[in-house]
């Protein structure tokens, strides 16, 4: 109940009435207590006191406990495999004794061990098994689990999602009234706020925590919401000029308090602070720690103390590259253990701070060549890892097919105008099961090679195309150029103004659509505000550059906050190849990509009123096409089709799924199709074009990594996709979209015939992306 203090007391007075046979249990209890007010090393001690009363008096159930807890102590001193070993003895007492829901607690605390060691898939396994323990002997304990899963997706940079999580945990503790639980929740919350740089929303959040933590006597912990405040004011720039001596003074009061988790950390954001100061005396000292082994906090640690390094190399006027590189190499291992694309993706937040540095100093120091790499080095990253088919698994198989089921049950409900509350919550309860299967499964340990600039520059010199690479420094936006004369970096637009523009134009397409049977004043009214907003942005991120670009094909490489910009409505763009790329190194790949030569798929789904005509005339392009007709279209005939087919046409409505996007998906007859269900392709199409609705649509992760079915198209190895940023009426995609195919069958690229084709039609939404 967070009163250790008083607990301590009582236990000090029943010291003198317990008899000798007892006094494990006492001391045990005693114990305990200290290690929930955070007295780490005094609870250690005290559990060697009760070990050796337990094991000759018992009680069994304690002695068990004794071990486990043991094991929770040791994990909060970082001690982990000392505390492997101690839950696996108490493991073994348990299987003697008896007790279902205390052996379930101590399988939990194996997980969270396993986690905290790196093994997250390993974790996330075992926390699906003891939640139906908990469900069948301690219902009321679920929400540690709902905890546990959230500290796993914020170890793989997921922090909106885990924030989510902690939120209902703490609901669930306060009701409980479980305070110390519920204070720890609001710190991790506070955590998460702060990595996504909420800093105001994370230091009210830390407070929160700090004020109820201090309450319950637990002083360390306290302290570690003291420190995040401390991080989030440095990263906020909001600092004092005794703020280094702030941060120094925590680092004594946390190690004479023995709580060394958190300790390497505060030192170096004390150093930090004293290099920003210009005060180098002890910062080496405070660096010299050493890799902190396995697992997240060890890997965050890690690439604290490279930023650190790296600003004190800048500070002296040296070279801080060799530091930054190394914490990304480190990350790129990290990354490589996970089979979720999910959790590749998130996991590049890790990063972010030292590819901005990177980036910042090559961009004030370095050639143009160089700005390349650090920009490659914040983006498209999950995309240099195989795709792990979990989807092809036959419990993720049978899965996907009661969610088929579940969700046109739910889809004929709507439609019916029925009640649809528990059809939803079914859908929901299905999602969430394959998703978490998917974050169990273990990466490929493997990835792709890295590609210089120099070798992008010569792909796009033959090619006669110039790869436009926009990043941000300083709050402009840059541009790197390769395909001309020489690699050539120019300073563009402020980054918040151009993501504005690029805001308002992406609303212009969302609004013109709707107008398509409104007054023609009010679709002249949308249009002009289109041309004004394309214009103005075109004057900021284009123009300098068409003196380099000259007549080339272009290839755009979009800084994540631009990632939905229309680009091919900018007028300097308008009728010109373009190709939208997540990376430069995946456009080079995806060239270099062997493509499928398998028939061609044309499929249509229901509810679009031209898509028999639409399928028909294109499947007339492609001898021995595939046709999937929309009343039979079934979902598993159309992702057979698709494994190894030269080109797709796939015309069916589709929805985005912005907080949920591996179930962005296409509404077939039968069912939809997932976006998860395209990394299973054993040959992903070479070429496919979705030629209705929003699925050009993305969501960017903290990481600047994009996520959405186009996303997923390009991550299974489709060289290039077709599809649209906005909802497309369907008399416009079919005529164009014949039209494109004739000029593909006769040797266009994709890029070559959706100019052509959007040359006479300049507000149409449609975007190749890939290569």
């Not at 249990?25 to 305990?32: D, G, M, S, Y």
């Not at 929303?201 to 401390?230: H, T, V």
């Not at 004011?233 to 280094?244: E, K, M, V, Y």
């Not at 640690?301 to 040296?318: Q, S, W």
Request: charged share 25%.
């Amino acid at each position: 109940m967070g009163e250790s203090a008083e607990g301590l007391r009582l236990l000090d007075l029943a010291e003198a009435f317990v008899a000798p046979p007892d006094r494990g249990i006492l001391f045990h209890q005693r114990a305990f207590n200290l290690w929930q007010s955070s007295r780490l090393s005094d609870a250690i001690r005290w559990f060697a006191e009760a070990e050796p009363h337990l094991a000759e008096n018992g009680p069994d159930y304690m002695y068990a406990a004794l071990f486990h807890n043991r094991a929770m102590v040791w994990r909060d001193l970082g001690e982990l495999h000392q505390s492997m070993e101690s839950i696996q003895r108490a493991l073994q007492v348990y299987e003697r004794v008896g007790i279902p829901v205390n052996r379930a607690k101590a399988i939990h605390l194996e997980a969270l061990i396993w986690l905290d060691l790196g093994d997250i898939t390993k974790a996330l396994l075992t926390f699906d098994e003891v939640r139906k323990q908990f469900r069948r002997y301690a219902p009321d304990l679920e929400s540690f689990i709902d905890f546990s899963y959230a500290q796993a997706l914020f170890y793989v940079g997921m922090y909106r999602q885990a924030a989510d999580r902690w939120v209902e945990v703490i609901a669930a503790q306060r009701l409980a009234g479980n305070r110390r639980s519920a204070a720890i929740a609001e710190f991790w919350l506070a955590v998460a706020a702060f990595e996504v740089n909420r800093f105001e929303l994370a230091e009210q959040w830390a407070r929160k925590a700090m004020d109820s933590l201090y309450e319950q006597g637990n002083e360390p912990m306290a302290f570690l919401a003291r420190l995040l405040i401390l991080q989030g004011r440095f990263d906020s720039g909001h600092t004092d000029p005794d703020f280094a001596d702030k941060v120094t003074r925590l680092c004594d009061a946390l190690e004479q308090r023995g709580w060394t988790l958190r300790l390497e950390q505060a030192k170096i954001l004390a150093a930090r602070a004293k290099i920003r100061a210009g005060s180098f005396e002890g910062v080496e000292e405070l660096l010299k720690g050493e890799s902190g082994g396995p697992g997240h906090d060890a890997l965050a640690e890690d690439l604290a103390r490279y930023l650190a390094k790296a600003e004190l190399a800048i500070a002296r006027g040296l070279d801080p590259m060799p530091e930054l590189r190394a914490g990304l190499d480190l990350l790129d291992e990290y990354r490589m253990a996970f089979g979720s694309v999910e959790f590749q993706a998130g996991v590049s937040a890790l990063g972010v701070q030292l590819s901005s540095k990177g980036l910042t100093h090559t961009t004030n120091h370095g050639s143009p060549a160089e700005m390349l790499q650090w920009a490659e080095r914040s983006r498209g990253q999950a995309l240099r890892i195989p795709p792990v088919k979990s989807s092809g698994d036959s419990a993720a198989r049978e899965a996907l097919g009661r969610l088929r089921q579940a969700r046109q049950e739910l889809w004929d409900l709507q439609v019916e105008g029925k009640e649809a509350t528990e059809a939803l919550a079914r859908v929901s309860r299905l999602e969430a099961q394959i998703r978490d299967y998917d974050r169990a499964r273990p990466g490929p340990g493997q990835q792709e090679e890295r590609i210089s600039a120099e070798e992008i520059h010569e792909l796009a010199r033959s090619r006669d195309t110039a790869v436009i690479n926009l990043f941000e420094v300083g709050g402009s936006v840059r541009a790197v150029l390769v395909g001309g004369a020489d690699i050539r970096h120019v300073e563009l637009m402020g980054l918040d103004e151009a993501a504005e523009l690029g805001s308002r134009l992406g609303a212009d397409l969302d609004a013109l659509r709707r107008t398509f049977h409104h007054p023609e004043r009010l679709r002249q009214s949308v249009e002009g505000s289109m041309r004004r907003n394309a214009s103005a942005l075109s004057r900021g991120v284009l123009d300098p550059l068409l003196d380099y670009i000259g007549d080339r094909q272009a290839v755009m490489v979009p800084h994540s906050k631009l990632a939905w910009v229309p680009w091919p409505m900018l007028p300097p763009l308008r009728g010109r190849p373009l190709t939208v790329s997540p990376s430069a190194e995946a456009w080079w790949r995806a060239v270099h990509r062997p493509a499928a030569t398998g028939p061609a798929l044309i499929a249509a789904g229901p509810g679009l009123g031209r898509a028999t005509e639409e399928i028909e005339a294109v499947a007339g392009l492609y001898p021995e096409a595939v046709r999937v007709a929309a009343d039979e279209s079934d979902p598993e005939t159309v992702l057979k089709a698709l494994d190894g087919a030269a080109v797709a046409h796939l015309a069916a409505h589709g929805h985005h799924e912005p907080d949920n996007v591996l179930f962005s998906r296409l509404d077939f007859g039968l069912g939809p199709l997932n976006a998860y269900e395209l990394l299973g392709l054993d040959q992903p199409p070479a070429h496919v074009v979705l030629s209705a609705c929003d699925l050009g649509r993305s969501t960017v992760e903290v990481g600047n990594e994009t996520l959405g079915f186009t996303a997923a198209l390009l991550h299974a190895g489709t060289a290039t996709v077709v599809s649209s940023l906005a909802k497309v009426p369907d008399a416009m995609a079919a005529e164009m979209m014949v039209e494109y195919h004739r000029r593909c069958a006769a040797g266009a690229s994709p890029a070559e015939a959706l100019a052509a084709v959007g040359e006479q039609r300049p507000w149409h939404p449609f975007v190749a992306f890939g290569a």
